[in-house]
């Protein structure tokens, strides 16, 4: 891997994670376009940014990460255990269905999803604004909602979001709520990913590795606070749209 490459990858996972759009998916992508083999190294680099990614998480809610913020923080686990368990027990199978069809196509469903939902929803009768209020039940049907997350290119983000929108958050709180479940289920992956691959780092690859930490980190944080700010004058249609141009383009690309 180069330094371009590098700078590539990191600017895709800071902008992709936390958008509902699939950062899986469009890493594969992007690396697929960069001709990069699927080697233990470039592996190993992926989890690097993604822990970048986890990081902008902390600094963009800081006031989150403290004792005062117990009770959030188990709500956060209840919503994290489904998919911990669940994932846990279908690894396999999960493995087995990743293909670039199978991406596309869950592209173009998720977008026809959040084009429906939006037709329905209204914002002004969403009655939880701020994450903190959300019941222990509510953390948990959110939980069972990002489930579908295992399905390739349906996006972890955006299947939390849509199952907090469904029980009554607004956009806004939805999103932050995604944000912050992000962190046990990336420190999750991530942690048994680099367990697995840590050997691979060299000396020669620290300053990729250096420039894709840093700049994913950089990205994500600019575009969490980005996600928010459009989120309180925009709403999910546009993301929509894109998903399914995305999968279209995917569908002629790779049949």
Request: aromatic share 16%.
């Amino acid at each position: 891997m180069d330094i371009i490459q590098a700078l590539i990858l990191g600017i895709v996972e800071g902008i992709t994670e936390f958008l509902p759009i699939s950062s899986t998916g469009h890493m594969i992508v992007v690396a697929d376009w960069m001709g990069m083999d699927e080697n233990a190294e470039n592996k190993a680099f992926m989890v690097i940014i993604q822990l970048a990614a986890i990081l902008a998480v902390v600094f963009n809610y800081k006031d989150k990460f403290s004792l005062s913020k117990v009770n959030l923080w188990v709500k956060v686990l209840i919503a994290f255990l489904p998919l911990a368990i669940v994932g846990f027990l279908l690894k396999d199978y999960v493995k087995e269905a990743f293909n670039s069809q199978v991406v596309a196509y869950m592209f173009i469903i998720g977008g026809i999803v959040f084009l429906v939902l939006e037709y329905f929803y209204k914002e002004e009768k969403q009655q939880i604004d701020d994450v903190e209020t959300l019941t222990y039940t509510q953390a948990g049907l959110i939980g069972v909602a990002q489930m579908f997350a295992l399905i390739p290119g349906t996006s972890r983000a955006g299947s939390t979001i849509v199952g907090a929108l469904m029980l009554g958050l607004t956009r806004k709180a939805a999103a932050e709520f995604s944000f912050l479940l992000a962190v046990p289920v990336m420190l999750a992956t991530s942690g048994y990913d680099l367990l697995k691959h840590y050997n691979e780092f060299s000396q020669e690859g620290l300053l990729t590795l250096a420039i894709g930490f840093f700049v994913s980190f950089a990205v994500a944080y600019f575009t969490m606070k980005f996600f928010i700010r459009f989120l309180e004058n925009f709403t999910f249609v546009s993301f929509g749209i894109y998903r399914i141009i995305f999968g279209v383009l995917l569908l002629v690309w790779y049949l």
